[in-house]
């Protein structure tokens, strides 16, 4: 029988538009509307003008007063421009978490924690009869197929809070999106028929790179208000002055590398078996001239080696950590036995970093540096095919510890488990299979265990499926209630029942699986359901034990110490751990 | 040092101290008339400090402490413990019905506590150097889809070759039907599967292209099967033990309650 494959045309990048609800004459108007008006359209290239990105890679929201747009915190993969009427960004104090739909933070009471001896006889998964947006203060109303929640007191709000308005041409949120942090400020619709232009972040990279204005704008904008505090923090500029830092800020060049959509391509892959580092894009390649240092904002990266036909993992690198320092340390001391980058560095997922040039390097940072402070001279490999990673040549930036074997090292960083910074790892070893930790989480949270003991592992290493709150929370992104949030800032991402809609968005961004969907009963066990009698679901996840006195339950429940939350940004914490 | 190394050398460093502290005190003190009461009580505060970590695990909610340290605690106290207890014997030989029944509940308690000491320190290594890390629960459903699978391999509709049906009549039917060899995968050993395998073997000489194919199907399976059958058995060595643990305690607490009170209503003048 002859072969007959099935036809179909090759993906493309905007089968599916942002906004389906995008016209062409939506599209005219904005490109009459500034600064689209002012952006030269020859600039752009032939496979992506700037209609198909303004026809593809945003969508038009309209907003009645008191919407909240964006809210302080989340995450988003988007910016946004004020097209129509005006906004109100909340500066100081900030909202309370009960306004942005979250839970208050907070330790539970002598009595709530003691009542949790009889509370796990209540059904599984007992919800108390609530609608979403219950807390005081706050509203939730449907629109089409979107939930909007609102500040139903806004006189109050503005009482009590220092805000400032925003006004049509306006851009917000663009620096959250491109570096992937959590966003700074909430801001709320302060007029009705508010209308904002939503660029997703591909849109607006493109919108960068053909439009100088654009570009100088967001470049201005992120080293006023994000840039020097950040060079400021980093233990490598702290011996410069004002002056100096000024000069390596204006300096500094930004750019981001990977996928922002990396968690849905990962699982792509995953499930594919086909996650190689050739695959990922190179920051930086070995061999390569030095031509400045790779500070880490955002994301993570595979320090890698080539090895055989391929590549071979040394460490990753996560946000706060400097690559190549070594080489131009090394070239900046031993004038005429210049060495290139030792190893190659690729984007995993999402990666957003800042580039300090190597003669910046050697005319303002380096000599500030104290000698104690400067790396040791790079001793290159002789040959890197044959050689163990450290048997010889340099080390690489951030050496990987002895007790972390090559073979973990890839399976943390080809299941992406570097992104955890609390992720419930069990030692085999040690673990007697007793389920002590899912019986104390089950008590712990009224009789609903939430995480199941089980997942991928490698050697003597398991990952369980427990929400390991990672760094780059994923999961946040698209919560249209704000019901998943970080407990505070960089703290634990955990989810409030009472403002989950049961949408599954963080259920399908999640890579690790490690939300679950339940449906809710009421206190006789029953179901509840909504007027179509479809179940009310809810997402749930391993909250760390966030309201708990004594830290994870989980953790203190192993009698063997079997169980860890570690933090894998980094690997001291597991190898520390694994040296117990 | 690791982890466990350093617990066993303070374990041991513990018992050691405690034992020669108790020998010296035995020793000193043995001869006074009031000498079985001190240690009495002695002994019951030991095994209420033992038990209560149970009513700990009972309620993990509560901060108090990690469930790792109270277990070193109930380590050493138990091996205090019975010292203890064959110092209240006077290191006599129990007799009479109650008292030899209360020296064998302690005598399981105390076995059955080392035993799964022994085992909670050794298995899990096993376990995870096998591979393949397997829920308990899921076993029997996983052991009976290898068995399906097998039956569909040596029986099924599309099974022609007679030999390799007489072979899992007769030996793999019944390794396939149900957990096995419990006592042998305790004890590491490989010997019945290496026997199914070396059988499996044996017919390659009859067998087709096709059929040794089959065969290496078989082979595959009977593989899987054993690894199911060594973690049900070491994963439930690692549960069997606490049912001999915790229900004795009770009923050892429940005999030591009587013996107190047999003691205060008998022993006359002997206070």
Redesign the interface.
Known sequence: MPFAPTMLERPQRWDAAFGAEMTDATVARLLATAPFSQMAAEKFPKRTPLCEILGNDTRVLRFRKGEIMVRQGDYGTSAFLILNGTARVVLKPDLAPALLGRQAPGKKGVFR?LA??WNGSRPAEYLARQKPGQAAGLGARQDADKVRVFLQDIPRVLDHHRTAEMFAGEFFGEIAALSRMARTSTIFADSDDTELLEIRWQGLRDLMKYDDALRAHINRIYRERALASYLRATPLFQHLDKAQLDRVAEAVEFATYGDYDWSGEYKRLAQSGSVRPEKEPVIVGEGDYPNGIVLLRAGFARVSQKFGGGERTLNYIGAGQIFGLEEIAHNWRTKGSAVSFQFSLRAIGYTHLLIVPTQVMEEIVLPSLPKNELPPPVQPAADHFDSAPSASGSQPPVARPESVGAEMLEFLTENRFFNGTATMVID???????D?CV??CA??HDNNPRFL??GP?A??L?IANACMHCADPVCMIGCPTGAIHRESFAGQVVINPETCIGCKACFTNCPYDAIRMVEVRDAKGEFLVDQEMRPIAKATKCDL?VE???GP?C????????LGRINLNHLDALSKWL?? | MNRFRRQFAFGMLALVAATVGALWLHQKFGALPNHAFLTGWALLAGMFGLTIYNARKKLPFLPLGSSETWLQVHIYLGFFTTLLFLIHLNFRVPHGWFEITLAWLFGLVSGSGMVGLFFSRVLPRRLATRGGEVIFEKIAAQRHGLQIAAENLALGTEAKSLFIAEFYAQRLAAFFSGPKHFWLHLAESRRPVSTLLAGLEELRRFASEGERDKLDRLAALIRQKDGLDYHRALQLALRLWLFVHIPLTYGLLVFTGLHIVLVFGFSGGAR
């Not at chain 1, 085999?428 to 007793?434: E, I, P, V």
């Not at chain 1, 953790?555 to 079997?562: F, K, L, S, V, W």
């Open positions: 924690t949790q001896l085999l070893d040690r673990c007697t299979r007793c002590d019986r104390a008590a712990t003991r089980h592992s050697g003597r398991m034990c708990n006195h004594g339950a953790e203190r429940a192993c009698p063997h110490g079997a040296k117990l």
